[in-house]
């Protein structure tokens, strides 16, 4: 068990579009799911913590308005890229934590996007 | 200082040869452990947790935690091509947050 999807794996999009990525936990349920961003050649950045059914956590330096995370259910959170850039163009992966098993974090297969 | 530090390698080791995979953090209150493998283009794969000082053995993987020393490491026995990856070690911060390190690149020659 613990297997987390994400939709779409491959966005292209023009610069000014909204990108919305999903994010499931399809056989365990989530509390508390965590959205992070990889640029090449570097490591995982946290760019916020999702818990079902309050507002999102975002991290230092992430722009809350940019990236609006919604957490409906203990199943599914969505990323939502705002008014895309060039500078926005990056691997997504999101993670999942079982409820109830300390903090385990299992990632979805990632989302690449492209801004042009 | 890094919250969670990896030598980036490359660590090369010839096939059927021990891996050893080294990781230190610096908040003592840190409880949770991880290793994540990461092939390139891919997202990261749980490995192993460690909650206790010692070892644990899963297979041919080994983790192994030293709180007093802030240290953590992980051993992959005979090691194959197939274990070609970025290493990521992952510690807790605070309740829920992982923090993780640059990631160790594994490279197993035939």
């Known amino acids: 068990g613990a297997v987390v999807s994400q939709h779409p794996s491959w966005v292209i999009c023009k610069s000014g579009t909204s990108v919305k990525i999903e994010c499931r936990s399809l056989?365990?349920?989530?509390?508390?799911m965590f959205w992070y961003r990889q640029f090449p050649k570097q490591s995982l950045m946290l760019m916020a913590t999702?818990?079902?059914?309050?507002?999102?956590?975002?991290e230092q330096g992430v722009e809350k308005d940019k990236f609006l995370i919604n957490h409906a259910s203990l199943t599914l959170s969505t990323l939502t890229v705002t008014s895309a850039h060039p500078e926005d163009s990056s691997f997504y992966i999101c993670s999942a934590r079982r409820a109830g098993v300390q903090e385990t974090q299992y990632f979805g297969p990632g989302t690449r996007l492209l801004v042009l | 200082q890094k919250e969670v530090e990896q030598n980036s390698g490359p660590l090369s080791v010839p096939e059927g040869a021990i891996a050893s995979l080294n990781c230190t953090y610096s908040d003592r209150g840190s409880q949770s452990f991880f290793w994540y493998r990461q092939y390139s283009g891919k997202s990261p794969e749980l490995i192993m947790f460690i909650y206790s000082n010692g070892d644990k053995e899963d297979g041919r993987f080994t983790a192994q935690l030293n709180k007093a020393s802030q240290y953590v490491s992980l051993l992959i026995r005979d090691s194959q091509p197939s274990d070609s990856a970025t290493y990521l070690c992952a510690v807790n911060v605070g309740f829920q947050k992982l923090v993780f390190g640059t990631g160790t690149r594994l490279l197993v020659s035939p």
């Open positions: 999702s818990n079902e059914g309050s507002k999102a956590t975002y």
């Open positions: 056989d365990f349920q989530a509390t508390t």
